[in-house]
């Protein structure tokens, strides 16, 4: 057994109270490769996802109850160390964290913050945070069914216009996430000076003509599924300043 009786009581515990599906990390545990230890950054990675999740679902619940007609149901996430399955695909720390409709869960990987942080030179924990809160915001999509509409007509177009519909799918998702970190500093005061910049920072990191031009590429626009960095960082700004769903329509935006 990898983890100690305190260790698995915890990761057990972070589990069952913020709506985190430990179970990868509960059945890796129990496999004799070195690869599979449960270390203790990969405790703190949990502990900290636990917090972040359980603020992000206060916040849309709030945001449900006053924009939407309906009641927001919780996201599930499910942490995993290494590999592991989703009904989207195998996942693993090469992919990076994901959305997955068929089931209605988040996938991370407790080795994403190092990435972000080391190899991507996205530090701090609100660059942590934005990332589990975009995720967060495709279940928001998912949920205003936004985003069953949206993938059933990248399926029926080329690879370009799919790569298109991506992005603002994504845009949207970074609008959402300005609307979490706006809700979260009035309802929780939970931001610090500085933070707001770490988010920013991070979503300009991760910006695909950043992404490309940082692996020795020529950014190439018609490749893109996330959009640039100025994109980005644009519509998180957009949903921070506003705190309005209405305001995130990437889809009927002419420029974005």
Same mark, same amino acid.
């Given at each position: 057994?990898q983890?100690?009786?305190?260790?698995l009581?915890?990761i057990?515990?972070l589990?069952?109270f913020?709506?985190?599906d430990?179970?990868?990390l509960?059945?890796?545990?129990?496999v004799?490769?070195?690869?599979?230890?449960?270390?203790q950054?990969?405790?703190?990675?949990?502990?900290?996802?636990?917090v972040?999740?359980?603020?992000?679902?206060?916040v849309?619940?709030?945001?449900?109850r006053?924009q939407v007609?309906?009641a927001?149901?919780?996201a599930?996430?499910? =942490?995993?160390? #290494?590999?592991? %399955?989703s009904p989207?695909?195998? *996942?693993s720390?090469?992919t990076?964290?994901?959305?997955c409709?068929?089931?209605?869960?988040?996938?991370l990987?407790t080795?994403?913050?190092?990435?972000?942080?080391?190899q991507?030179g996205?530090?701090g924990?609100?660059a942590?945070a934005?990332v589990?809160?975009h995720e967060?915001a495709?279940?928001?999509?998912?949920?205003?069914?936004?985003?069953?509409?949206?993938?059933?007509v990248?399926?029926?177009?080329?690879?370009?216009?799919s790569?298109?519909?991506?992005?603002?799918?994504?845009?949207?998702?970074?609008?959402?996430?300005?609307?979490?970190a706006?809700q979260?500093?009035?309802?929780?005061g939970? =931001?610090?000076? #500085?933070?707001? %910049?770490?988010?920013?920072h991070? *979503?300009?990191?991760?910006?695909d003509d950043?992404?490309q031009?940082?692996?020795?590429?020529?950014?190439?626009?018609h490749?893109f599924?996330?959009?640039?960095?100025?994109q980005?960082?644009?519509?998180?700004e957009v949903?921070?300043?506003?705190g309005d769903?209405?305001?995130?329509d990437?889809?009927?935006?002419?420029?974005?």
């Amino acid at each position: 057994m990898q983890i100690g009786g305190l260790g698995l009581l915890a990761i057990l515990a972070l589990g069952y109270f913020a709506g985190i599906d430990v179970t990868p990390l509960l059945e890796q545990s129990s496999v004799p490769a070195s690869s599979a230890t449960i270390t203790q950054a990969d405790k703190r990675a949990g502990m900290f996802v636990s917090v972040t999740l359980a603020d992000t679902e206060e916040v849309w619940d709030q945001v449900f109850r006053a924009q939407v007609d309906g009641a927001y149901r919780p996201a599930t996430l499910v =942490l995993y160390k #290494g590999v592991t %399955q989703s009904p989207c695909g195998g *996942a693993s720390g090469a992919t990076g964290p994901f959305y997955c409709p068929g089931d209605r869960k988040i996938y991370l990987d407790t080795g994403f913050f190092i990435t972000l942080s080391n190899q991507l030179g996205a530090k701090g924990d609100f660059a942590a945070a934005y990332v589990v809160a975009h995720e967060v915001a495709h279940h928001v999509q998912n949920e205003l069914g936004i985003l069953g509409k949206a993938n059933s007509v990248r399926q029926r177009v080329n690879q370009a216009e799919s790569n298109a519909i991506s992005v603002r799918i994504e845009l949207q998702a970074d609008c959402y996430a300005g609307i979490w970190a706006r809700q979260a500093e009035r309802q929780f005061g939970s =931001l610090e000076q #500085g933070d707001l %910049q770490e988010a920013i920072h991070a *979503a300009r990191q991760i910006g695909d003509d950043t992404l490309q031009r940082n692996s020795g590429r020529t950014p190439m626009p018609h490749t893109f599924t996330h959009g640039t960095s100025m994109q980005r960082v644009r519509w998180f700004e957009v949903g921070y300043q506003s705190g309005d769903l209405t305001a995130c329509d990437t889809f009927s935006a002419d420029q974005l």
